[in-house]
C-alpha cells in the first residue's frame, strides 16, 4: 500500500490506485474504483477535513482550465456519497454546509503497519527445513475446476485484539499473545483454497486429492470456503495457507502453512506423512487436522473407511482426476473407471455423485443428451442418499435432476437441504441459481450464482451461470465481462460459438464461426434444440427470412423456454415487417413475469416504434419507476434507458430539460475513464446531441466490423441502424449495400 494511503470512517483510501477497500461482517475484503475526478474531489475535501470547500474551489480543482456547471460538482458528489454509503437520511462521510460548500465529516487517519503474527515453534520444527518461509514464491500451480480444488488457502481471518489461540494440549499451533490485531485463528469465517503444487509427484491421483479435501470442507457451516486455483489470483482474505506434494518411493508428504496476506509472516505450518497406499487415511489426517485447528465440525463426513474396497478410493482420486480435463475422451475414461466401481460394489457415496459429475459433463462437452445423463443418474443418488443422507453434493444432484422433471417443489426442498448441510460447494448455489432463474426469480438467482463465484472464481461453468444471470437483468456489461471471463479460463469450450452469441456483438466473423461449428457439431442442434432457436436469429441476421421461419416452425413449445421461442417468432415478425404481430407475442412473453425487466423491454420497444409513444411511456415507467426521480444516479447500466425515456418524453412533450442535462454532465465527468461504446445508443445519444460528425465516423467503425443485426440484443436492430444512417446524413443506401457486403463476408468462407 502506498505512503499516500489513509482510512476514512471503514474505508481504506487508496488515491494513486484510485481505490476504495474495506472489510464486511465477514471479513471479506471489497474493493471499488472511484472514476479519477470522483477521488480528486474525495482528496481535496481531505485536504480541507472539517472544513467545508466551495463549490467554485472544487470546479477549480476537478476541472482546471474549463467551465462546467453546478451540475457536474453535484453528479460527482452523488458518486462519492454512494461510494462511502452515504444515503439521504445517513450522511457520514460528505455533508452540505449551506452556502459554503460541501465537507468531510468523517476522521482521516494515516494507515498503520500492524502487528506481525508469530510463528508457533512447535509446528515450525515439524516442518522439513526445506520449507521454511518462501516470500514472492509462487507454486506452479494447476488448474482446478468446482471440484478440482487444492489446497493453498487463502484464509479471512477476524483479528481481536489481546487475544490467544490455541496451546500445547492441541498440538496444532500456538499463537502469541497480540497487543493489537492479533490472529485468532479459531474464529476464521471464510477460507480461500488455492491448489496444491504436485510438481513433485508423479501420481495422477494426487492431484484429485484436493477435490477430497475441499468436498469434506464444504460441510463446514459458519465458514466460507472459496477456491482459488492459482497463487496469481489475489485472494481478498486476510491470509494464505500455502502447501505442496512430495512423493519419493511410496512415501508422500504433504506441507501447509498459513501466512498473513498483508506482511507474508508465518503463522501455522504443518508437515503430513502418508502413503501411496493409503490415501484416504492421508486426506482423513490432513481434514482432522484442519477442522482442529479451526475449531469446525462437519455435518457429513466423506464415508466410513471400511465402505470402500482397497483400491476403491484410489480409483476415484483418478477418475476425479480426468473428470476435471473436461474433454470427452478424459471424461469417458472417468466414466469407465467409476462403472467399473459400481459393478464391482466399491462405488461409495460420494463417487456415485462423481459418476452423475461426469455424466452431466458428458451433456455439457459431449454428445450425451441431458434425459440420458439424468436417467443414469437417478438409482446412483438414490442409492448414495440411503447410505450417506446428508451428503450435500448428492442432494444438490438429487435436486438438479428433480428441476429438470418437472417437479420444482421437491427440487426447491431439496437444494436448500443441499446448501445448509454443504454451504461450501459452488455447484449447489449454481444449480438452485439456475433453477430460480428458470422460474423468473432473478434477483434471487444472481445472488446464489454470485455466491457460486464467490466459492470458485476459477471455475468456468460458474462464470457462465453468473453471465446469464445478469444477461437475465439485462446488464449486458456484466454479463460480457464474466463470459469473456470464462473463456479465458476455458478457451476452447465445446459450445463457444454458438453461446458466445449471447453475450458478444454479433459480427461476420462469429457468424463464420457458427456455421463452421454447426458442421462439427450438428447433433447439437438436437441435444440442445435452443441452439436452433440460435440457428434462426443467425439467418434473420443474414436476412434469410424464410430461411428462418422454417427453423422456427420445427421447434416444438416443451423442447425450449416459451419465452425465448415467442422472442424469436415475434423477431421474425419484425424482419418481414408485421410489427403488430410481434408486439402481441412480445406483450404475451412479458406476462410471463411481470417483474423481468428483460422481458418487458421488447414490448416496450414494439410500442415505441409503433408511434405508440403514451403507452410505451407508461410501460416503461411501470417496469422502471425510479427513472422519473430526478435524484437517480445515473450510471453506465442505467444510462441507455435514461436516454429511451428522455426520447419517449421528448415524444410527449414532457419537459426534458433537466435530464438531458444530467446526462451531458455525466458523459462529461466519465470522459476521462469510459470510453464511448460504439453501439445504437451511443450512436442516438451523439445525434441527440448534435454531435453528426462523430456519429458518423461511429457508425461506420461499426459497419467496418462486420456488424450485422443482431435480433438476440434488440429485434429492432436492423429498423434502427437503418434510421441513424439516414439521421446522420450517410443515407440508406450506404447502409443497405455495406450491410449486404457483411452479410456476404459471412457467408464467403463456407
Not at 253 to 282: M, P
Not at 442 to 464: C, F, W
Not at 650 to 663: C, E, I, N, T, Y
Not at 669 to 684: G, H, M, T, Y
Amino acid at each position: 500500500m502506498d505512503s499516500d494511503s489513509y482510512i476514512i470512517g471503514e474505508w481504506t483510501v487508496e488515491p494513486k490506485l484510485n481505490r476504495l477497500s474495506r472489510e464486511d461482517e465477514n471479513g471479506v475484503k471489497q474493493e471499488l474504483i472511484l472514476v479519477p475526478k470522483v477521488m480528486t474531489l474525495l482528496q481535496c475535501l481531505k485536504e480541507h477535513a472539517g472544513q467545508p470547500v466551495a463549490q467554485e474551489a472544487l470546479m477549480e480543482e476537478i476541472w482546471p482550465n474549463r467551465v462546467v456547471s453546478d451540475s457536474s460538482i453535484y453528479q460527482a458528489v452523488a458518486q462519492l456519497r454512494k461510494a462511502l454509503g452515504d444515503t439521504k437520511t445517513k450522511k457520514e462521510y460528505v455533508d452540505r454546509v449551506s452556502g459554503q460548500g460541501y465537507c468531510l465529516i468523517a476522521k482521516c487517519n494515516p494507515v498503520t503497519s500492524e502487528a506481525k503474527p508469530i510463528v508457533s515453534p512447535q509446528e515450525t520444527q515439524e516442518a522439513a527445513p526445506t520449507f521454511a518461509r518462501r516470500n514472492n514464491t509462487t507454486f506452479k500451480l494447476g488448474l482446478a475446476g468446482i471440484g478440482l480444488l487444492s489446497l493453498t488457502f487463502s484464509l479471512a481471518l477476524y483479528f481481536n485484539s489481546g487475544s490467544s489461540v490455541g496451546g500445547a494440549s492441541s498440538g496444532l499451533t500456538s499463537v502469541a499473545k497480540q497487543s493489537n490485531n492479533g490472529v485468532d485463528i479459531h474464529k476464521l469465517k471464510s477460507i480461500s483454497l488455492l491448489t496444491l503444487d504436485t510438481e513433485a509427484t508423479s501420481e495422477k491421483q494426487l492431484v484429485a486429492l484436493n477435490d477430497v479435501i475441499l468436498s469434506q470442507l464444504s460441510h463446514i457451516g459458519h465458514m466460507k470456503i472459496v477456491t482459488l486455483p492459482s497463487a496469481h489470483e489475489t485472494p481478498s482474505t486476510q491470509a494464505v495457507l500455502k502447501g505442496s506434494i512430495h512423493q519419493q518411493g511410496s512415501d508422500i508428504r504433504v506441507f501447509l502453512q498459513l501466512e498473513a496476506t498483508k506482511n507474508g509472516e508465518v503463522i501455522w505450518a504443518k508437515l503430513f506423512k502418508g502413503d501411496t497406499a493409503d490415501l484416504f487415511s492421508l486426506q482423513d489426517q490432513i481434514v482432522n487436522k484442519l477442522l482442529l485447528l479451526f475449531k469446525r465440525s462437519q455435518s457429513s463426513a466423506l464415508s466410513a473407511k471400511e465402505s470402500m474396497g482397497k483400491h476403491s478410493f484410489d480409483r476415484y482420486l483418478l477418475a476425479r482426476h480426468l473428470w476435471g480435463q473436461h474433454t470427452p475422451i478424459a471424461l469417458e475414461k472417468a466414466k469407465n473407471i467409476y462403472e467399473d466401481m459400481e459393478k464391482g460394489g466399491q462405488l461409495f457415496p460420494l463417487a456415485a455423485v462423481g459418476l452423475c459429475d461426469t455424466y452431466h459433463f458428458l451433456y455439457i462437452y459431449a454428445d450425451w443428451t441431458i434425459d440420458k445423463a439424468l436417467a443414469k443418474c437417478s438409482p446412483l443418488l438414490d442409492a448414495a442418499l440411503i447410505e450417506q443422507p446428508n451428503l450435500g453434493q448428492a442432494l444438490a444432484s438429487k435436486a438438479f435432476l428433480l428441476s429438470r422433471s418437472s417437479q420444482p417443489e421437491q427440487a426447491e426442498e431439496l437444494f436448500k437441504r443441499a446448501i445448509r448441510l454443504a454451504p461450501n460447494y459452488a455447484f449447489a448455489h449454481m444449480w438452485y441459481g439456475n433453477f430460480i432463474r428458470d422460474q423468473g426469480r432473478i434477483n434471487d438467482a444472481l445472488k446464489h450464482t454470485a455466491m457460486a463465484y464467490e466459492l470458485a472464481p476459477m471455475s468456468a461453468i460458474v462464470n457462465r451461470s453468473l453471465a446469464y444471470s445478469y444477461l437475465n437483468l439485462h446488464d449486458l456489461p456484466e454479463a460480457a465481462f464474466y463470459y469473456q471471463r470464462s473463456l479465458s479460463i476455458e478457451p476452447n469450450y465445446t459450445n463457444r460459438a454458438a453461446e458466445e452469441l449471447e453475450f458478444l456483438p454479433l459480427t461476420s466473423e462469429r457468424v463464420q464461426g457458427f456455421n463452421k461449428w454447426l458442421i462439427t457439431h450438428h447433433s447439437a442442434l438436437t441435444k440442445q434444440p435452443s441452439f436452433r432457436l440460435k440457428q434462426a436469429q443467425i439467418e434473420l441476421a443474414l436476412g434469410h427470412h424464410e430461411a428462418a421461419d422454417e427453423i422456427i416452425k420445427t421447434i416444438n413449445s416443451n423442447e425450449v423456454s416459451n419465452g425465448y421461442l415467442w422472442y424469436v417468432q415475434a423477431s421474425y415478425h419484425v424482419s418481414i415487417g408485421e410489427l403488430t404481430h410481434a408486439s402481441q407475442l412480445f406483450n404475451r412473453r412479458s406476462k410471463l413475469n411481470p417483474d423481468s425487466l428483460k422481458l418487458a423491454l421488447p414490448y416496450i420497444f414494439s410500442l415505441y416504434e409503433l408511434q405508440n409513444y403514451k403507452q410505451a411511456y407508461k410501460e416503461l415507467l411501470d417496469a422502471v419507476p425510479e427513472l422519473a426521480f430526478e435524484d437517480t444516479l445515473i450510471t453506465e447500466q442505467n444510462q441507455d434507458l435514461l436516454f429511451f425515456y428522455l426520447l419517449l418524453s421528448k415524444h410527449l412533450d414532457h419537459p426534458v430539460a433537466k435530464l438531458s442535462k444530467r446526462l451531458e454532465q455525466w458523459f462529461a465527468i466519465n470522459a476521462d475513464n469510459w470510453e464511448l461504446r460504439e453501439s445504437i445508443p451511443s450512436v442516438e445519444w451523439l445525434l441527440f446531441s448534435s454531435e453528426k460528425q462523430q456519429a458518423q465516423t461511429m457508425l461506420q467503425g461499426m459497419m467496418a466490423k462486420g456488424w450485422l443485426p443482431d435480433t438476440n440484443v434488440d429485434p429492432f436492430i436492423e429498423r434502427k441502424m437503418k434510421r441513424l444512417f439516414i439521421e446522420s446524413g450517410l443515407g440508406e443506401e450506404q447502409f443497405t449495400k455495406i450491410l449486404a457486403d457483411n452479410r456476404q463476408q459471412s457467408l464467403s468462407s463456407l
